[in-house]
């Protein structure tokens, strides 16, 4: 059920909006931070993190010692939570991050550095860097968020905050397309952050990523007379082999690289060890460029490792990308702010539900993006400081006359 009511607010004169000084803000960001990377929060079991999120928020709204504003929360299918100002500024900006994490290092296991003894998937701090599960990916921007929130920016803009469950599982059960087919009014705004980690930099768009298993079939026969059958997994080896020397295409959209590439991630073949066997498959993933259709994107990779054989292609998961964005005058304007060149997102992220929503969306979150879903997650005090500052200049912002 919703919530509605009024949120503390700091006035536009006379008090600090912009969290206190550098050393502050780092300090209380990395003390959240390490709260959140605390919690165990796997996908599909993220119960007690949007707990701690939603209590959080509920404590700031019964605070009424200062300046209120109206506001609307909401808790939709347990774990994905929406927090909007409900006031008439005509811009809004949404900020959205996925609350989850893949599973540690070694499943349940937990995994030590062989340099150490401590657990990696555990938070622990040393000299300002946080380590643990989903540093990175993404609770430093769960974080960031959550600290902006509470802090109540000026009103400058609607805000939009949005902390949502699974992302890191299927497309099918991704808490934002939930609530994009249930209440899509609820992602409106005039452009989205997503708090992906990109090292600081804007990230453009996403990849396409498409999915398919690559079927040969044989013929069962005695390993003792193999040439009265056929071999499926001896056909399928040229097919692997053409995967293996894939060579990355680069391709350039609005001044973005897109690094295109193809991985074998799986076989499957094999009946016993003196049968020969009459059916292999390999499962490869390829990551593109969002500029082809699924169709176009399934025809080339047929082509590509079909060939001269007899194989079938069936396409498992497919999830289209989004095309960069650095048009809208938002997402220039934090590319402006961060004094960086945009970047190409290399991967698949819910910029693409976001685009698929007609809203304009970019990547933009604390954390090297090479450490995610890795043991060594990490992320430091100096970025958590530094992505909050290019976030909150962005939403004071809002009334610069090219936005109106």
């Not at 079927?215 to 390993?223: D, E, K, M, V, Y």
């Not at 998961?317 to 945009?342: F, H, M």
């Amino acid at each position: 059920m919703p919530v509605t009511g009024d949120v503390p607010q700091f006035a536009v004169d006379g008090h600090r909006t912009d969290g206190g000084t550098d050393d502050q803000a780092a300090a209380r960001l990395l003390t959240r931070a390490t709260d959140l990377v605390s919690i165990p929060s796997i996908s599909r079991e993220e119960g007690q993190i949007t707990d701690y999120i939603y209590n959080a928020i509920e404590s700031r709204l019964q605070d009424t010692t200062t300046t209120l504003r109206p506001v609307e929360l909401i808790r939709l299918d347990g774990n994905n939570i929406v927090y909007r100002t409900m006031g008439k500024r005509a811009n809004r900006i949404v900020l959205a991050s996925h609350v989850d994490t893949v599973p540690p290092a070694g499943g349940s296991t937990p995994h030590a550095n062989v340099h150490s003894d401590k657990d990696l998937s555990r938070a622990h701090v040393d000299d300002g860097i946080l380590r643990g599960l989903g540093a990175v990916d993404t609770k430093g921007s769960v974080a960031i968020m959550l600290d902006l929130l509470l802090s109540d920016p000026p009103p400058t803009v609607e805000l939009t905050f949005i902390f949502y469950s699974r992302e890191e599982v299927s497309r099918k059960e991704n808490g934002l397309r939930q609530i994009l087919e249930t209440r899509p009014e609820l992602l409106r705004g005039d452009v989205a952050i997503v708090g992906e980690p990109s090292g600081g930099y804007v990230e453009a768009g996403c990849q396409t990523t498409m999915t398919a298993i690559i079927t040969l079939h044989g013929a069962r026969a005695h390993t003792a007379r193999p040439w009265t059958g056929s071999n499926a997994i001896h056909a399928i080896a040229p097919v692997i082999d053409r995967i293996a020397r894939y060579q990355e295409n680069l391709v350039d959209l609005d001044g973005c690289t897109f690094r295109e590439q193809l991985q074998a991630v799986a076989i499957n073949g094999g009946i016993a060890s003196n049968v020969v066997p009459d059916v292999a498959s390999v499962t490869a993933n390829h990551r593109a460029a969002p500029r082809r259709t699924r169709q176009e994107l399934e025809r080339w990779l047929t082509e590509y490792v079909i060939q001269d054989t007899t194989g079938s292609l069936i396409v498992d998961d497919y999830a289209q990308g989004a095309l960069p964005a650095l048009s809208n005058p938002w997402i220039k304007r934090l590319v402006e702010i961060t004094g960086r060149p945009p970047r190409a997102k290399l991967g698949w992220t819910d910029v693409a539900t976001f685009a698929e929503a007609g809203i304009p969306a970019c990547n933009f979150g604390p954390g090297d993006p090479e450490l995610a879903h890795t043991p060594y997650e990490q992320v430091s005090a100096t970025e958590l400081a530094s992505a909050r500052s290019a976030l909150m200049s962005l939403i004071s912002d809002g009334t610069s006359s090219d936005k109106a």
